[in-house]
């Protein structure tokens, strides 16, 4: 019994530590053979209906954040960088991305210039334009893989 709660314990942190998130993992091994124009359409990743996506910088605060997503004072806590899926005003998905306040971390996702030389708490997308070409790109001496949106 205290073996199988020990093996238990050790799976539950091992996974809670995980730097990769369901979203992130897929794009990263769909780009991985091919880290010079890899296509990445969040209308096939995420099937299921929504009408926007707004990525959200790393510690941006929840009234910031609300007032991009358009459903009134939704969050209230400080987000971490995240993609929202919104219906409307209700958050279909969302999507926790790996990142650190201080520096990039290896193999993160950058949307355009944010989180690079772009300062904005938030970037929206409509559905339509939800397409880009991910690069695999070194800062810092780190690998991160960078999302140009190749819109429509």
Not at 29 to 34: E, L, M, S
Not at 112 to 135: C, K
């Amino acid at each position: 019994m205290r073996t199988s709660f020990v093996v238990a314990t050790l799976v539950v942190a091992i996974l809670g530590c995980s730097r990769d998130f369901g979203l992130e993992r897929t794009i990263k091994q769909r780009c991985k053979p091919a880290p010079l124009g890899c296509p990445v359409v969040f209308d096939e990743l995420v099937p299921s209906r929504w009408d926007r996506m707004v990525v959200v910088r790393y510690q941006t605060d929840g009234q910031t954040v609300s007032e991009a997503l358009g459903c009134g004072a939704c969050l209230s806590e400080l987000v971490d960088k995240s993609i929202f899926f919104m219906d409307g005003e209700r958050i279909a998905r969302r999507e926790r991305l790996s990142s650190e306040l201080e520096h990039l971390v290896e193999d993160e996702l950058v949307f355009g210039t944010l989180d690079l030389t772009d300062t904005s708490p938030t970037i929206a997308y409509d559905r339509e334009r939800a397409h880009f070409v991910a690069t695999r790109e070194t800062r810092d001496s780190v690998h991160v893989w960078r999302l140009t949106n190749a819109g429509r």
